[in-house]
């Protein structure tokens, strides 16, 4: 299967890390994903029922990201997976990444960022 949905950087505020100054002061995270579906019947019929709202997911992802506080980006990004996948039948397969430009690391970086990749069983 080759058709995908793509949201692509997704800005969320919370408070994921593992130091107290993560927890107290928070920080901005971005989410993409990507979706692998069927989008045969979507495109073909014209018909919103037939695929996923890119407003669903993104409003998925701002709910999973502040709901909930993470310690490591990948138990969020594994969250946001298992959540639609939960809620998105036609959804065959999900990669969900997770930015954090603001990583506290003794370098000068950009950020850091995890992808988790998961699929229908």
């Not at 994903?33 to 992802?61: F, K, N, P, W």
């Not at 996948?85 to 950009?110: F, N, S």
Request: aromatic share 4%; glycine share 4%; net charge neutral.
């Amino acid at each position: 299967m080759s058709d995908r949905i793509i949201l692509q950087r997704i800005a969320v505020f919370a408070h994921h890390g593992v130091l107290a100054e993560e927890e107290r002061l928070g920080q901005r995270f971005y989410v993409s994903l990507e979706c692998i579906l069927d989008l045969t019947g979507a495109s073909q019929h014209d018909d919103l029922r037939r695929t996923v709202s890119y407003a669903m997911l993104a409003d998925l992802v701002g709910r999973v990201a502040t709901q909930s506080r993470y310690k490591l980006i990948e138990a969020l990004a594994e969250a946001i997976a298992l959540e639609i996948l939960a809620v998105a039948p036609i959804v065959h397969e999900v990669a969900v990444t997770v930015e954090k430009p603001g990583a506290p690391v003794r370098a000068i970086i950009e950020g850091v960022s995890v992808e988790v990749r998961r699929r229908r069983t």
